[in-house]
């Protein structure tokens, strides 16, 4: 026959209630369950409700949070994945501003070079 126990707060209580319940000929409802409960709960700094339904909620509830909390790790990663790299668009911004440079350089040569052919060509005919 399994007993309920309330007011467990450590791992070392219940082994204790289950040695009390064992020499009564009976044991702790839950108790391994319970045990590695209470055994995550020393680990972690969290402290015992003092029962087993309430410990088994509170690390469900933990679990959940974790999850939670890893999801949104994981859909932050996932947009910063899918958002392009600033560097690269960085990179492409200063080749596009470089490439404009360039073809004001080579409008301002053509120009040049198209005056100069036109006075030549002025000239020439003046002196032909």
Do not use: C
Request: net charge negative; aromatic share 6%.
């Amino acid at each position: 026959m399994a007993i309920k126990v309330d007011g467990i707060e450590s791992e070392d209580d219940l082994r204790k209630a289950q040695a009390a319940a064992q020499a009564q000929g009976t044991s702790i409802t839950n108790y391994n369950e319970w045990s590695q409960i209470l055994k995550e709960f020393a680990e972690n700094g969290i402290e015992s409700t003092g029962s087993y339904s309430g410990d088994k909620a509170r690390m469900q509830e933990i679990q959940q949070a974790v999850e939670e909390y890893v999801n949104e790790l994981q859909a932050q990663e996932k947009i910063q994945q899918n958002a392009p790299d600033n560097k690269e668009t960085e990179k492409v911004q200063k080749s596009s501003e470089n490439d404009k440079n360039q073809e004001l350089k080579a409008t301002v040569a053509n120009a040049t070079s198209s005056q100069i052919m036109a006075d030549y060509m002025k000239y020439y005919h003046m002196l032909m």
